[in-house]
């Protein structure tokens, strides 16, 4: 049955008691999937598609192993964590008017759906395949200056080609390779060449 781990990414048991929950969870998958993909992924289709495939891979090898059968909420956890972390310092609304910055909204979530759904599991799991696929593509290959050991195969970009006009880039560099870079090019003057003396050919 080489189908369900696809299917489990798609199926969710909705009943009296999962109701409510389902619903909130398509509300962020909507909500935060559509984010990235006009915000930080803009342009890029087949960056976000890896970003996709790449979490789902890991949350099926971690179902394999834990004996879980639906993948869903972890998904949709792995997709909001990238986005909160990409957009850290923005202040987000939660429910009753509670503001923070979001790079603790998937740990609220996390919170809430404990409240609602008694469960953890899924939420948690959601966020650690999320933070390995941030640290490995942004984290410390910019920040610590590590090797990239992420990048989008060749074949997605020929399936999706980037588009023209979107968001070149995840941000600005850390400061420490601003620095750097201003060094290279002397400071941020800019170089003039040697010049040609008048008739000379």
């Known amino acids: 049955q080489i189908w369900r ?8 048991p909705v009943g009296p008691g999962t109701g409510f ?18 915000g930080a992924f ?22 394999l192993a834990m004996d879980m059968q639906l993948l869903m909420i972890p998904l949709i956890m792995s997709v ?19 503001r923070f910055k979001a790079c603790y909204l998937p740990w609220v ?14 939420e948690l799991i959601g966020n650690l395949v999320g933070h390995l696929y941030f640290f490995l ?3 410390y290959p ?14 997605l970009y020929r399936w999706l080609p980037n588009r023209r006009g979107g968001v070149s880039g995840f941000g600005i560099p850390p400061a420490s390779m601003r620095r750097a870079a201003e ?9 003039w060449g040697q010049g040609f003396r008048l008739g000379d050919q």
């Open 142 to 155: 910019m920040d610590l200056g590590g090797r990239n050991f992420l990048s989008t195969p060749q074949f």
């Open 21 to 38: 929950l389902y619903l909130v969870n398509l509300y962020f998958l909507y909500q935060y999937s559509s984010r990235l993909e006009t």
């Open 183 to 191: 060094d290279q090019q002397g400071g941020g003057r800019h170089n």
């Open 137 to 139: 593509m942004f984290k």
């Open 42 to 63: 803009d342009g890029r289709p087949a960056d976000y598609m890896f970003m996709l495939l790449f979490n789902w891979i890991c949350i099926v090898i971690t179902g």
């Open 5 to 12: 781990p696809i299917t489990a990414t798609f199926f969710f």
């Open 109 to 122: 979530i996390l919170g809430f759906n404990y409240i609602i759904g008694g469960s953890v599991i899924n």
């Open 80 to 98: 909001l964590y990238v986005w909160a972390q990409l957009n850290r310092d923005m202040i987000v609304s939660f429910w009753f008017g509670t």
